[in-house]
Each structure stands twice: as C-alpha cells, then as structure tokens.
C-alpha cells in the first residue's frame, strides 16, 4: 500500500514551458486535491476533485489546469510555466467527507528559470 | 471570512521540556480541526483532529492538543520534547457548512519547532 505517490520528485523548467505533475493514490478515495507550499504561506489549495468526474477551482487556479483521469490518478499541469510557479507541490487524497483526514504525496519540487 | 492562524513562525524548546504550538481559527460555523507535521524534505504527516466529543485530543508521537471554543484555539502540546520533534507543523480547518466543496482544508502559513538538546 502505497499510499499517495508524486512524479517527478524534481523538476527545473524555463519559462514558457509545460509539463503535467502526475498523482496516483491506492486508497480507493474520492477526493484528490492539489496544493502549492510556498515558504510563510502555508499550503494553497490550487484544484481539487471531489470526486471522479468533477474537479473545481481552489484559492491559486490561475496558470494551471487539471484532470481526474480516473478515481486513482489526478494530474496538475502547467501549459506555460512562470518564475512564480516556482514552489513545492502536494498531492493527497481523502474519502471526501468533512472529518475525513487527507493523505498527502512527498511532493514535488519545481524551479521555473 | 474563514482562516487559521498559527501566530508564531518560530518555537524553541530544550529537550524533556513541555512544548506548546499555537493555533487560532476564524469561523462562520462549527470547525473540524487537524494538526499536520512536516520533516524536511517530506510530505505533511497527520498528527490529530478534533470533530466533536472530548475537547481533550491524543494523536501520533505523543502529541495532544486542546480544542478552545471560547477562545477559538486548538494549540497543539507535548509533556516531553523530544530533537526529533523538530520539524514544521501545520494547523488546518475545515467547516462544517462547507460540506458539499469536497473537504477542502483551509491550512495556516506553519510554525517551526526546534528542540534543542
């Protein structure tokens, strides 16, 4: 059991480029989520998906987009990376109800030159 | 407007010292409360919620915390500090009457314990 898995671990991209952050999670959950972590900020909710089908805007949308391939996989993607996208991003994973505890990926480390 | 706020960036604390890490949360309804730690380089771990019940909470790694609804706090606490204690904790909130909107977490910007030997 794997729980919630990120690739790429690291990633350094020039501005302008794109590239999609996969997630996968083996807990059967509905809810997938994906967050940004920027140094006294606190994580930022940027989409998330309540369940297979239906994904909706968090607090920082702007600059990415994202699809819930299947109740497994949610992937975040960048079409055209700015400096400000610089950041560590979290995926995690929750049954979806409001007690529910989310699960969260290792993250994955982006730099946009 | 709903938030968390964890006033202090920075904790320090001697080893086998009690440790208290601060929360405060602003709410329009009934909150559910977690606590989340992060060591270097690592994905938040969960540590503990409170949803109803007991305002006394017992989590992973010996850690406490105490859900305040007079004072809207929910401070994360520990009788012993331990070095490995060290790490970044997070407070996050989630509101009852946002039910429908998948669960969405509301975190604060972080608090940095240092346990020093």
């Known amino acids: 059991n794997a729980g919630v898995t990120q690739t790429p671990k690291f990633q350094v991209l020039k501005t302008g480029q794109s590239m999609t952050l996969q997630c996968a999670q083996d807990?059967?959950?509905?809810?997938m989520y994906w967050y940004r972590q920027d140094p006294g900020m606190g994580l930022r909710l940027i989409y998330y998906?309540?369940?297979?089908?239906?994904?909706d805007k968090g607090e920082v949308p702007n600059g990415y987009n994202v699809s819930r391939l299947n109740k497994r996989e949610f992937s975040l993607r960048l079409e055209s990376a700015a400096p400000s996208q610089t950041s560590v991003y979290f995926c995690?994973?929750?049954?979806?109800?409001?007690?529910?505890?989310?699960?969260f990926g290792p993250g994955t480390r982006l730099t946009v030159l | 407007a709903q938030s968390v706020a964890q006033p202090e960036d920075q904790v320090n604390v001697a080893e086998g010292n009690p440790l208290t890490v601060k929360c405060t949360y602003s709410v329009s309804g009934n909150p559910y409360l977690f606590w989340y730690v992060q060591y270097p380089n690592r994905g938040l771990q969960f540590l503990l919620k409170?949803?109803?019940?007991?305002?006394l909470v017992k989590g992973s790694y010996g850690f406490e915390a105490e859900f305040n609804k007079s004072q809207t706090s929910f401070h994360l606490k520990k009788p012993s500090a331990l070095v490995s204690d060290s790490a970044l904790y997070f407070c996050a909130v989630r509101f009852a009457l946002i039910y429908n909107q998948g669960g969405k977490l509301i975190f604060g910007q972080g608090t940095e314990l240092s346990v020093k030997p």
């Open positions: 807990m059967n959950h509905n809810s």
């Open positions: 998906s309540a369940s297979e089908g239906t994904t």
């Open positions: 409170y949803i109803t019940g007991d305002n």
């Open positions: 995690a994973s929750s049954e979806g109800g409001p007690t529910d505890t989310q699960y």
